[in-house]
């Protein structure tokens, strides 16, 4: 996608990356990316509100060229992660005189990993404003959206917000503005799930924070940009709230069919009781698709045969995983099988202390399961599907 004007000299001049297939080499990214910038020329100044991954960066630099940008003022840098500040240094050297406007601990950060010198900074702090004559920028900062030094910017006279990662999807834009809805909800959540879930209560102060601001746009960092707010936001808001969905989600890994066997029945029982079950078979699964069923599920039930004494690496990755990402899960439980022995159950417990959860009583056969096993697997269902009528 080429520059775009958003509202009148208001510019989109990021990069897509459509052939992106990870990002942190590790998140799944099935629609690629961007990097949204945006240019805004105000009567006296003109802010150039982020830059884009230096992967990109020619890109930027070719869409200032198409628009004759001869100065740039201000570089509002809302937060330090190389993927919107990596371009700073180059956009420093061909606008010298350019300033990188952000927060104190934006500054340190942008320092540190871009090596920015410190006489190229004005900070500011929230809440504060900065005129580019017809055009008033006003910053809140909004930490741990997705770092501690995250800021948005709301340009009052247009009532656009500028939140970063903040509501963004991992999408390669084609169009500027969100057509697909169902798509973009999808991709939003995803990168809810995988980027912003482990800060969920903090997302909640935030959501606070800029709700009194008057938006007719949201135009984030990543994906298309929100012409009808409102979608997004009511997203995030049920996604950051206590509320859980009457689900159960399995992450699962069988060797010899023993526990595969186990999940199948138990997936079973719990469907036939009503409950929604999402079981991932972890050989062979997108993380993102397990990130997003953590989001609202009310219960995680971790599957693994016993390898070296110990879960299988897989359900290890999963459990670390799920504690990292920190759903607002209610009850976890855990199956498996062993062939002689090992710890397979208080191993798993040991990888997710930041889960808030009740344990229920996990369901661990030696070798295949038994009529034994298979009533505790309908035990352990019933237990599931109550304890949901006590929290749904
Ligand atoms: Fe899109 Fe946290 O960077």
Redesign the pocket.
Known sequence: MKVEELKKNIYYVGAPHPERRLFDELIPLPDGTSYNAYLIKGSEKIALLDTVDPAKEKVLVDNLRSLKVEHIDYVISH?G?Q??SGAIPTILDLYPMAKVVTNAKCKDLLKDHLLVPEDKFIIIKDRETLSLGDKTLEFVLTPWV??PETMCTYLREDKILFPC?FF?SHIALSDLFVKDREHVYKAAKRYYAE?MMPFQVSIRKNLEKVKDLKIDIIAP??GPVHDHPGMIVDAYKDWVSEKVKNEVVVPYVSMHGSTGKMIDYFVDSLEKKGLKVKAFNLANMDLGELAMALVDAATVVIGSPTVLAGPHPLAVYAAYLTNALRPKTKYVSIIGSYGWGGKLVDNLKGLIPNLKVELLDPVVTKGFPKDDDFKALDNLANAIKEKHQEVI
């Open positions: 937060h992660e993927d919107h997705h770092w990662d963004g980027i960092s990543h």
